[in-house]
């Protein structure tokens, strides 16, 4: 069965330090790969979309993400993190018109 | 460009009432979609239109939900019959069309039912 996993649901960061989010997906095609991030009370917003090209894709606020066909990956990275990062991210696959989303990675960033 | 609107914010509901939750897509955009976000479920698809006509509606419980997009500014997702397993965060997004564009979503409607 297809499916994304994010095997984090939280993870505490001290403000400054580098991130990595996991994602990992199992699908039968290469997918277009996402990562939205979902402030409180807000929706989601995209941070950066990956289907083809340069492994790794730049995103906004200076996130970025690495694509892996080996590892069937697209982890989430950022080299030092703000308060203002604390969130819940998602990565999301989409095949066709909809989008399968994981379960979310809780940020916490310690000031 | 007010972005995905979604209204009410939060809507309260008895059991058995029905509850009708309402969004206007960014203009010019041709695909919507409705999602629904709970802590134990996440993000699940519900229902998609394409320049207003339904194209996928696979995850939309048969009985009590429907959605319907009447115009192009707004689509409307109707629960009948309301139970407490409808609370949720329903969450709306339009894409300017229906393949791997971006989704922009709404703040959601959580609804309550009590």
């Known amino acids: 069965a297809q499916s994304v996993t994010q095997p984090d649901a939280r993870v505490t960061v001290s403000e400054g330090a580098s991130l990595q989010l996991r994602c990992k997906y199992s699908?039968?095609?290469?997918?277009?790969l996402f990562w939205y991030v979902q402030y409180p009370r807000q929706g989601l917003q995209l941070l950066l979309k990956?289907?083809?090209?340069?492994?790794v894709v730049q995103g906004v606020n200076g996130f970025e993400a690495e694509f892996s066909k080996s590892d069937s990956s697209f982890h989430l990275r950022k080299a030092s993190v703000h308060w203002s990062d604390s969130a819940v991210y998602f990565c999301?696959?989409?095949?066709?018109?909809?989008?399968?989303f994981g379960t979310g990675t809780s940020l916490l960033v310690d000031p | 460009n007010a972005g995905v609107i979604q209204t009410p914010r939060h809507k309260v509901t008895g059991k058995g009432q029905e509850a009708t939750l309402w969004c206007e897509p960014i203009?010019?955009?041709?695909?919507v979609f409705w999602y629904r976000q709970t802590i134990v479920q996440g993000l699940e698809f519900l229902t998609y239109?394409?320049?207003?006509?339904?194209?996928?509606d696979s995850g939309m419980p048969k009985e009590r939900f429907s959605a319907q997009m009447p115009n192009q500014s707004h689509s409307t997702l109707k629960i009948q019959s309301t139970q407490p397993q409808d609370s949720a965060v329903y969450l709306c997004?339009?894409?300017?069309?229906?393949?791997?564009?971006?989704?922009?979503f709404g703040a959601g409607t959580r609804l309550s039912v009590l």
């Open positions: 999301a696959v989409g095949l066709g018109y909809k989008l399968t």
């Open positions: 997004a339009s894409s300017l069309g229906g393949g791997q564009n971006t989704l922009y």
């Open positions: 699908y039968s095609a290469t997918p277009y």
């Open positions: 990956y289907y083809s090209g340069d492994p």
């Open positions: 203009s010019g955009h041709s695909a």
């Open positions: 239109f394409r320049n207003q006509a339904p194209i996928d």
